[in-house]
C-alpha cells in the first residue's frame, strides 16, 4: 500500500487549494481513504474521509461548506478541494488508507499513511 500526496503550497486568505492522494497497492471499491491535518504544536486531525464501498462522505465541523473530498473515476487519486482558507487551515496534510471502507476521521481505521504535504495559509 503507497499513499503520496501532493498539492500542498502557500496561499492567501481566501483562496483555494487542491490536494491530491494517488493511491496504490490496494482496492479503493473494498477501502476508504481519510485526510488527516496536524498543525505545529498539535495532534493530528481528522479533516474529511470517503468511504470507496458507497462514495459517502465525512467532514469535520470545522471544514464543513469549505472542503470536499472526491475521488476520479478510475479511484487511484482522491482529492481535497480547499475553498475559502483560513490561517488556522495551516499544517501538514495526510492521507490514509481505511481497510474498513467506511468513511472516517478516527486515525484508529487507518493503516497506511502518506508522507504528508505542507499547507500555509498567511493572513
Known amino acids: 500500500v503507497q499513499l503520496v500526496e501532493s498539492g500542498g503550497d502557500l496561499v492567501q486568505a481566501g483562496g483555494s487549494l487542491a490536494l491530491s492522494c494517488t493511491a496504490s497497492?490496494?482496492?479503493?471499491?473494498?477501502?476508504?481513504v481519510g485526510w488527516f491535518r496536524q498543525a505545529p504544536g498539535k495532534e493530528r486531525v481528522g479533516v474529511a474521509g470517503?468511504?470507496?464501498?458507497?462514495?459517502?462522505?465525512i467532514y469535520a465541523d470545522s471544514v464543513k461548506g469549505r472542503f470536499t473530498v472526491s475521488t476520479n473515476n478510475a479511484k487511484t487519486t482522491v482529492y481535497l478541494q480547499m475553498n475559502s482558507l483560513k490561517p488556522e487551515d495551516t499544517a501538514v496534510y495526510y492521507c490514509?488508507?481505511?481497510?474498513?471502507?467506511?468513511?472516517?476521521?478516527?486515525?484508529?481505521?487507518?493503516?497506511?499513511w502518506g508522507q504528508g504535504t505542507q499547507v500555509t495559509v498567511s493572513s
Open positions: 470517503i468511504s470507496g464501498t458507497d462514495g459517502s462522505t
Open positions: 490514509a488508507r481505511g481497510p474498513g471502507g467506511w468513511a472516517s476521521q478516527d486515525e484508529w481505521d487507518f493503516d497506511s
Open positions: 497497492g490496494f482496492t479503493f471499491d473494498d477501502s476508504a
